[in-house]
């Protein structure tokens, strides 16, 4: 279920974070992925009932209030200045535009106004989709509080999400709201712009995978900003660029069939050549030592690795098996990063080759 409604009025929506597995950053450039839901981690927002419209901060994300100026500087430093207040704010600002365009009568169930609060387990600038995540659940709780659920059917949820992002300034793709809103594994094209198509996939056929970051993410700039100037270059056509994204999206379609296939070893070439592909129209000074070094970890045990995103956390896969999966642990270890089993969300809302259906 999307959105829960508990036994005192309130509305929780639990939203995972997901992983790129196949073509990010592509997505954003109108390319394709194949991405899956990764319930390790996620981001609830609670919906409650109120007189008037609130929203409470989170003391971790957003805090108020410090022991002293060095306090607040590292926080600052750690997390940035923003928290996820303004997330909650520009869905709902986002959602209530969609439903006058659409026409759509928002008389609550309940209560006219709501108090929203979130929480997160999402570590911060690892690359696995926290802000999305907490998005998309506040338009959960949304859709659930004003029962316009059918009116604003799932296929078109994930841009109504990235509509909020962008209104904030973020540099994103279609990518992380399509996983989150579906749920599961999907296939993703986007190479025809209001006409895309999405395709969800038994994720039984995943062989095991392995998350790897750092235990304490570094502090960085937002995700969209890595993307910006990559952005600029390949809407002015630069040649190279929308090449290497081409080349990027048609791995999606070759590890569909590898899946298929259950070929492994040829997964694990498909992940590494995406890296090497990343790394190509990025430069290492903006795919960062930090990465570059996870990534390192994973090939000296021979394992095939890949960013999860914007950076901050790798997928590895282990083609040799589990002899080898407990060598990476190992070199993760000696490395002082985390090491994880990826466990795969459950699907949400199932897309088949003929159009979608809910699960």
Known sequence: MAAVVQPDGSITSRVHSRIGLLGNPSDGFQGACLSLSLANYWAEVKLTPSPTLRFLPNPDCDPLEFANLQALASHVKASGYYG????????CKCFFEHCVQCGISLAPQS?????LSYATTIPRQCGLSGSSAIVCATLNCLLCHYGVEAAVPHIVRPALVLSAEQDLGITAGLQDRVVQVHGGLVAMDFSQAGQERYQSLDSSLLPALHLIHRPAAPSGKDSGSVHSDVKRRWLEGDASVRQLMQQLAALVPAGVRALQQQDTQQLANLMQQNFILRRQIYGDAVVGAANLGMVEAAAAVGAAAKLTGSGGAVVALCADGEQQAVQ???????????????VVGPVLHWIGQDGPETR
Do not use: H, K, W
């Not at 996820?84 to 869905?91: C, E, F, H, K, N």
């Open 111 to 115: 209560s006219p106004a709501f108090t």
């Open 328 to 342: 990476l642990r190992a070199e993760c270890q000696q490395r002082g990063l985390a090491c994880e089993d990826v």
């Open 84 to 91: 996820g207040l303004r997330l909650l704010q520009a869905m």
